[in-house]
């Protein structure tokens, strides 16, 4: 009785959280759903715009820096990119596009290094390549396995340069990003005092031990990442934001690209954050995202149980050792 009361009081606090991080409030100019990031407070947009490999797919500057305006003028502020997208070739963008235009948005990076001196040259690249002195968040890049925390914990290393960040305010907020383990990700959120958390939020549920075949199963139909790691992040009031929600593009094919953003944006997340090599993806996907309505509870079991066990194992598979770039 104890335990299923506990059980009972532990899924309501959830729920209240849930329900706190997707309340909504539509942008006076845009029309944009805004979320808060958060205990950071910040109000983000409800889509992201993925500065990475998508974004790089625009092989002209000029067209790539037509994306990127596109965006911020159709109610997109939150700007994610990272250290190692293009060997800095997407901030390098960004910083070009900021000599002509006011930062206006939430400007995100990701920082790959896990040693102290090697994250602290990448941090000073990273400034110099966005032309400014300080972002408003840092994330750990990629976290992957149990040895991959440990190098980042040591001593001086990774995540003490990231508080030593912002306690110099180099970084508004810091956090961690993940797409291989659940397991490991909740070890990292519970330890540290992080203001946000990106992980990979979608259909497939994936982040699951072979042969990764629970997803739509138990009493909320969450498995993997949703089980595991976000629990943590929501009682933590950390900044939530959901990242492969195509899968690299793995998933098209078994819902429509409309019904796998809308899934993950049902989620607790402040934002999903989607690459989007064509101006008419941008276009199509900021119109969701001003026309959101939340997935219904069925909705939200059946699309993962589409999912076979065994592509959700293939995708598992593939992103235990993706490198993003």
Not at 18 to 47: F, I, N, Y
């Given at each position: 009785m104890k335990l299923s009361r506990r059980t009972f009081l532990e899924s309501a606090t959830l729920a209240?959280?849930?329900?706190?991080?997707?309340?909504?409030?539509?942008?006076?100019?845009?029309?944009?759903?805004?979320?808060?990031?958060?205990?950071?407070?910040?109000?983000?947009?409800?889509?992201?715009?993925?500065?990475?490999?998508?974004?790089?797919?625009?092989?002209?500057?000029?067209?790539?820096?037509?994306?990127?305006?596109?965006?911020?003028?159709?109610g997109i502020n939150y700007i994610d990119s990272a250290a190692s997208y293009g060997d800095g070739e997407s901030e390098r963008r960004i910083g070009e596009y900021l000599k002509t235009h006011k930062k206006d948005f939430f400007l995100v990076t990701k920082i790959s290094p896990r040693k102290g001196d090697e994250a602290m040259r990448t941090i000073e690249r990273s400034l110099k390549n966005f032309g400014l002195q300080q972002v408003d968040l840092m994330h750990m890049h990629a976290l992957m396995g149990p040895d991959d925390l440990a190098a980042a914990e040591a001593k001086g290393n990774l995540i003490d340069v990231l508080h030593k960040m912002r306690d110099q305010k180099v970084a508004r907020f810091i956090g961690v990003t993940c797409h291989a383990s659940p397991t490991v990700l909740k070890q990292a959120l519970e330890r540290h005092d992080f203001d946000s958390t990106q992980m990979a939020l979608n259909i497939a549920q994936i982040g699951n031990a072979a042969p990764s075949d629970k997803a739509g199963q138990g009493e909320t139909g969450a498995s993997g990442f949703e089980s595991i790691a976000m629990p943590v992040a929501l009682k933590k009031k950390m900044g939530l934001t959901a990242m492969k929600v195509f899968a690299q593009e793995k998933l098209l094919g078994k819902a429509a690209p409309e019904m796998l953003i809308r899934y993950a944006m049902t989620l607790p997340v402040c934002a999903a954050v989607v690459g989007m090599p064509k101006l008419e993806h941008l276009e199509q996907n900021i119109a969701v995202a001003k026309a959101f309505k939340p997935l219904g509870t069925d909705e939200m079991k059946s699309l993962p149980r589409s999912v076979s066990a065994q592509m959700r194992a293939s995708i598992d598979r593939f992103f235990a050792d993706h490198e993003d770039c």
């Open positions: 209240s959280l849930a329900r706190e991080a997707t309340a909504m409030v539509a942008d006076p100019k845009t029309g944009m759903p805004m979320r808060t990031l958060g205990r950071t407070g910040v109000q983000v947009s409800l889509l992201g715009f993925g500065a990475g490999s998508r974004w790089l797919m625009y092989k002209q500057q000029e067209k790539a820096l037509e994306a990127l305006d596109l965006a911020l003028k159709g």
